[in-house]
């Protein structure tokens, strides 16, 4: 009999060989991901948007919209994925995009920059949730194995979001904006030419493969599926190049919507009906179902409102790092590596901790894990006001309470974000978890709609290139003591109702 992907044959450290393959893959997908955002906001201040006077806000307006659709695309991608292309063929067209988008970053021109977020959008929605769901299927189910292998492969992500914003800020600063955007897509390529190898040596045996070989090769308008998702993805570039440049002070002159934009409006329609249909479900359900949805429902705010918080790094926290910091052997852009080297060196502590925790029984359950991380959210923002207290002369403040901030905010997710993923599953009847967990998945879409909201209230007016000293950290200090009051705030009030949200779980802890 032939060996299957299980046998021993064909594993590695005791996981299947595949793990590791996904593992590099990911790894420079994620390098390429987080090497782009970490000069993403500093590149349109500086470059993209430098005669603006609203630069900051248009800034804010555009990373806001692309971060929401970024993560928006997962939910399309992915059915997509189940539905006719599979796991590999939509991981291919996924990274071939997001490396295109990359590159397109390299050209010096406004519409080019457009397209070329537009790129990575589409391209993120093709990849990023179906190469998570490929690692799950190497296991059966009930492979005590599982967890440890994801383990594994987040550790990719990490290393990727650690390294990535070191070598492309460095890159950029000492050559130019372009290499450093280059080099991330050099590394999007290199994480595809990974899991090529590993299809080659048929590490994955026959997982991934379209779901029907017949919807795959069914034609419409004469071209076969497995071809026209393609297409279509590519067409739709340049509409959401338009989305993302809908902002009035992007388009210049007046806008039809204001100072909304149409990224803005699109989510605030699609919240809306997704809070209908909730309604509609919960009336729907059982009690004891109610109960769990509710749940449910109140850990993804909580999530959303903690990734609103936390995805401040890619855009203000950057900014107050670029003209309020007095930075030590680090850049602006290398300072967002800082969380990634955290959640590298506490994952493996905390996860002890619960292991040592539960052992003695007091391991928290999650509501109060959601309250810590939301408590030490806004104590990490806390830090980063106090350090006003410490500026000199021209507005500089030590460097120290940036690395305190990133340290306290990476325990908080650590908290958080690994227990909420499965407690959504957990919480879900069976029949509505695809829907729920696609709404998980949104609630990093709306975090970056707080983001946008954030950063254009901190936004700095100025067409000078060297802004900064103190009336700019004031702004910056009175926004980051009004972020930790809203953060400490959630955070007690779900540690208040812990009991009650702990009743309302029943068994799941």
Not at 77 to 93: A, E, Q
Not at 141 to 160: E, H, L, Q
Not at 209 to 232: A, H
Not at 307 to 336: C, K, M, P, Y
Request: charged share 15%.
């Amino acid at each position: 009999m032939a060996d299957s992907p299980m046998t021993n044959q064909n594993e590695l450290f005791g996981h299947p060989k595949g793990l590791f393959y996904l593992f590099f893959a990911e790894l420079w997908e994620r390098f390429s991901f987080y090497g782009m955002r970490a000069l993403l906001t500093l590149y349109m201040v500086q470059e993209i948007f430098k005669a603006l006077v609203e630069r900051d806000t248009a800034t804010a307006v555009v990373y806001a919209s692309y971060g929401s659709l970024v993560y928006a695309s997962t939910v399309i991608g992915g059915s997509v994925s189940d539905k006719i292309l599979g796991m590999r063929s939509s991981i291919f067209l996924g990274g071939i995009l997001m490396a295109i988008g990359h590159f397109v970053l390299a050209i010096e021109n406004d519409i080019a920059f457009f397209l070329a977020l537009a790129l990575i959008v589409v391209g993120n929605g093709f990849f990023k949730p179906n190469i998570s769901t490929f690692v799950g299927s190497l296991y059966e189910d009930g492979d005590p194995r599982k967890d440890s292998g994801f383990t594994i492969f987040y550790m990719g992500i990490n290393i990727g979001g650690w390294v990535a914003p070191l070598l492309c800020g460095w890159l950029a600063v000492a050559y130019g904006w372009h290499y450093g955007f280059g080099l991330a897509g050099i590394g999007m390529l290199t994480g595809l030419i990974f899991f090529w190898s590993g299809i080659k040596k048929n590490v994955f045996g026959d997982k991934g493969l379209p779901p029907n070989p017949e919807v795959y090769e069914k034609k419409i308008l004469g071209i076969p599926q497995k071809t026209f998702v393609p297409i279509v993805a590519v067409l739709t570039t340049p509409l959401i190049a338009y989305f993302l440049s809908s902002y009035k002070a992007i388009a210049g002159g007046e806008s039809i919507l204001g100072d909304e934009t149409l990224v803005g409006l699109l989510f605030k329609i699609i919240g809306v009906t997704v809070l209908v249909y909730m309604g509609y479900i919960m009336y729907k359900a059982k009690l004891d179902e109610r109960k769990k949805l509710f749940m449910a429902v109140l850990i993804t705010f909580f999530m959303t409102l903690f990734w609103g918080f936390h995805e401040l790094s890619g855009s203000v926290i950057t900014l107050f790092a670029s003209r309020n910091v007095d930075l030590i052997f680090f850049n602006a852009s290398q300072t967002n590596s800082f969380n990634s080297m955290f959640i590298i060196i506490l994952a493996i502590p905390i996860s002890l901790l619960w292991g040592y925790l539960s052992k003695k029984k007091l391991n928290p359950r999650t509501p109060y894990k959601f309250g810590l991380g939301l408590v030490l959210a806004g104590v990490s923002f806390y830090i980063l006001a106090m350090s006003g207290g410490s500026a000199n002369e021209d507005g500089m403040v030590p460097m120290y309470y940036l690395l305190a901030m990133y340290f306290i905010i990476s325990v908080g997710e650590l908290f958080m974000s690994p227990v909420g993923l499965s407690k959504i599953t957990d919480l879900s009847p069976k029949r509505i978890v695809a829907f729920m967990m696609g709404i998980w998945f949104l609630s990093s879409a709306y975090a970056f709609q707080i983001v946008g909201f954030i950063s254009k209230e901190l936004a700095i007016e100025s067409t000078d290139a060297n802004v900064g000293g103190l009336e700019t950290l004031q702004v910056y200090i009175d926004g980051f003591s009004l972020i930790a009051k809203y953060s400490i705030g959630a955070g007690l009030v779900v540690l208040l109702f812990g009991p009650l949200m702990k009743k309302l779980m029943g068994n799941i802890h």
